[in-house]
């Protein structure tokens, strides 16, 4: 396979400096791509460039993920326009933890010769001294080089500090250490990261000329991807409620699987191409049936599929499909009762729900009694209002229609606790206690 075709018919392929291309076909390169720690959990931003890894990796090349135990003490002014707060060295080893669980997913790290690597670039710069690194890195880059990025430029206006400006020094000096003690050739990263990345390899560059290793051609390269956007321009990896994370106790599989689920559809041959490994052929075919069928929704459950069985495991993305099926789907009461018990926390997180005793539902002696009485409200206001929408067909306990508002009490309790009431289609989930 090669790298670079594949990231142009993905339309993963943003820029590369000279000889990239070449490099690639003439032998194996290890590559890398940084992620700051600033969170337990990486999300569907990021995953964006974790795919440019997995590409890198199935091409025959060396993966390396550096985390940034020390960079992420500092922060990345790219693309922010205020200083981010400072995390403490405990929350950034825990986060660190957390990211390679995750990488470990997507990449192999037991495969011969190009198996990945995961890098903490604490364990370099914990040895060096502050005037150590302006001596070793700092005389070879100019300021006037540095205030020359796109990253610094837009937050000269309303401030950087200079803790914020030495980050693409940090960054630089990552690629000139993992290129010297791991032969790493490449860097890679968002096309927001251009302007860090390129400071690496001109480093690398000078630091080598300086040492008198006149360089003939380049010996370090540099790549990005882009950004991934909706149609409309705006930023593609949030949700209403804020970032998508790879961590299923941030995310829950079935939230992960709604995302994609719910993409619209002129942004979903984007995000096949970026977040599934399906070959061209497979890809367009599945084009193709959306076109025919766009009510279907075959690309985006093309996606669903893949990335949440990639993330969260086939399990998760089963769990998550049944979901889908029980609260906006044709599920009926057998697909009900096969939910296990542990199961019902998280198909039905955030759908409301009511406690009723043994004496409540007691004094219940119809349906209608149940619906107005028994859910103290929440469900129906009055039994006038149940009465009016069980006789309108509006009402189904668990998954089964209900048309007589006087039919009497003969309840199935999923689990021996539950039962979904759906009004229309909305659910509302009643717990015996």
């Not at 003490?73 to 981010?84: Q, Y």
């Not at 018990?341 to 009511?354: L, R, S």
Request: glycine share 8%; net charge negative.
């Amino acid at each position: 396979m090669n790298f670079i075709e594949e990231l142009r018919w993905r339309g993963m392929l943003h820029d590369m400096t000279p000889g990239t291309e070449e490099q690639l076909v003439k032998e194996m390169t290890a590559g890398y791509i940084g992620f700051d720690p600033t969170a337990s959990s990486l999300h569907i931003g990021n995953l964006a460039t974790i795919m440019l890894l997995v590409h890198l990796q199935r091409a025959g090349h060396k993966p390396f993920a550096l985390v940034g135990g020390a960079t992420g003490m500092i922060g990345d002014p790219s693309g922010k326009a205020a200083e981010r707060e400072f995390l403490s060295e405990e929350t950034l080893r825990k986060n660190q933890e957390g990211i390679k669980a995750q990488l470990e997913k997507f990449l192999d790290f037991d495969c011969g010769a190009n198996s990945a690597e995961m890098v903490n670039n604490y364990d370099w710069f914990k040895n060096i001294s502050f005037l150590g690194f302006l001596r070793e890195a700092g005389k070879h880059i100019t300021v006037n080089y540095m205030m020359a990025k796109d990253s610094v430029k837009k937050r000269l206006e309303t401030g950087i500090s200079f803790t914020e400006f030495s980050y693409q020094m940090l960054q630089g000096y990552d690629f000139h250490w993992l290129y010297k003690n791991k032969g790493v050739r490449l860097q890679m990263g968002g096309s927001d990261q251009w302007g860090n990345i390129t400071t690496g390899t001109e480093l690398i560059r000078r630091i080598d000329n300086a040492n008198g290793e006149q360089q003939e051609e380049s010996k370090a390269f540099a790549l990005t991807t882009p950004l991934v956007t909706k149609s409309d321009g705006t930023k593609f990896g949030k949700s209403e409620s804020g970032n998508v994370w790879l961590d299923p106790g941030m995310t829950t599989p079935y939230q992960f699987y709604q995302f994609w689920i719910n993409a619209a559809d002129e942004d979903c041959s984007r995000l096949i191409r970026v977040y599934t490994l399906l070959s061209k052929d497979e890809i367009e075919d599945l084009e193709r049936q959306h076109a025919e069928a766009p009510h279907l929704r075959v690309l985006q459950k093309a996606i669903a599929r893949e990335v949440t069985t990639r993330v969260h495991s086939e399990a998760g993305y089963e769990l998550a499909v049944k979901a889908s099926e029980v609260l906006f789907g044709k599920a009926t009461l057998d697909t009900l009762r096969s939910i296990k018990a542990d199961e019902f926390d998280i198909i039905f997180e955030g759908v409301p729900q009511t406690e009723v005793t043994e004496s409540e539902l007691a004094e219940a002696q119809t349906i209608t009694d149940l619906l107005s009485v028994i859910s103290k409200g929440e469900i129906y206001a009055s039994k006038g209002e149940a009465r009016r929408a069980i006789t309108q067909n509006a009402v189904s306990l668990n998954k089964t229609k209900i048309s007589d508002p006087n039919l009497a009490l003969n309840l199935e309790w999923l689990q021996g606790r539950y039962l979904l009431v759906s009004k229309g289609k909305k659910n509302h989930l009643l717990k015996k206690v």
